[in-house]
C-alpha cells in the first residue's frame, strides 16, 4: 500500500475522492423551502452526529448548492435519512444543474415548515445553528427541533466506492 503526494489539480481530485470513496456511508435528503415555500433539497452523504447537549448535527454542502442557499435564508433545515429502496430519491435530489422534481415525492411539512420525506427511516428537524467555511464546501451545523423514526424493520441506503449497497445483500 503505497501513499501518493496530492498536488493541486483534476488528478489529485480523483485520488480523494477514490480513497474517501470507500468510506461507507448513510444517505440523507437535507431538505428546506425557498421564500415562496417551495420546497428544496439535495442529496448529502457528508452527515455527521455532532453533539447530544446541546443535540447538534453537521452536513458538508457545496457552496454553489441551492439547497445551502434555502437554508441560509430561511435558518432551517430537515435531514431524512433514506431507506434501502429509496435509490431513486437520491438520484432525483442529485440532479446536477437542475432543480430536483417533486412531483412524484410524497412529503408532509414539519413544524419548522421543511419537507419531511415519506419513508424515510428518520427525519431531524434543525434550525441553523451556524455555517463554517470548508473549503469549496460549507459546514452547516444544525439544532436538532425535533425527530421522527420511520419503519424500523427496514435497512438503510448505503453509498460505497460509489454505489449504492443495501445491507440485506451481504
Ligand atoms: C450519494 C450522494 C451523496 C452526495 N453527498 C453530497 C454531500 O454530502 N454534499 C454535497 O454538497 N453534495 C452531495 N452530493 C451531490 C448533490 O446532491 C448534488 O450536487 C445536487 O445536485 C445539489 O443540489 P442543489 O444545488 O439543488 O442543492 C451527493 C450526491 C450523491 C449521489
Redesign the pocket.
Known amino acids: 500500500m503505497g501513499a501518493t503526494l496530492l498536488r493541486s489539480g483534476a488528478g489529485s481530485r480523483g485520488l480523494v475522492r477514490r480513497a474517501l470513496g470507500q468510506f461507507a456511508?448513510g444517505?440523507t435528503v437535507v431538505t428546506s423551502s425557498t421564500e415562496d415555500g417551495t420546497p428544496?433539497?439535495?442529496?448529502?452523504?457528508?452527515?455527521s452526529s455532532l453533539s447530544l447537549e446541546p443535540p447538534l448535527l453537521l452536513?458538508?454542502?457545496?457552496r454553489?448548492?441551492?439547497?445551502?442557499a434555502s437554508i441560509r435564508e430561511h435558518e432551517v433545515l430537515a435531514v431524512n435519512v433514506l431507506a434501502e429502496g429509496q435509490e431513486w430519491l437520491?438520484?432525483n435530489?442529485?440532479?446536477?444543474?437542475e432543480?430536483?422534481s417533486w412531483e412524484d415525492v410524497s412529503y408532509r411539512l414539519g413544524e419548522t415548515g421543511n419537507p419531511h420525506l415519506d419513508g424515510a427511516l428518520a427525519v431531524l428537524d434543525c434550525l441553523l445553528e451556524r455555517c463554517l467555511a470548508g473549503g469549496d464546501?460549507e459546514i452547516v451545523v444544525g439544532r436538532l427541533v425535533a425527530v421522527e423514526h420511520g419503519d424500523e424493520d427496514l435497512g438503510p441506503l448505503l453509498?460505497h466506492r460509489g454505489s449504492?449497497v443495501s445491507l440485506r445483500a451481504r
Open positions: 456511508t444517505v428544496v433539497g439535495t442529496t448529502a452523504s457528508a452527515v452536513v458538508c454542502l457545496e454553489s448548492s441551492r439547497t445551502l437520491s438520484a435530489f442529485a440532479r446536477r444543474g432543480a430536483a464546501h453509498h449504492y
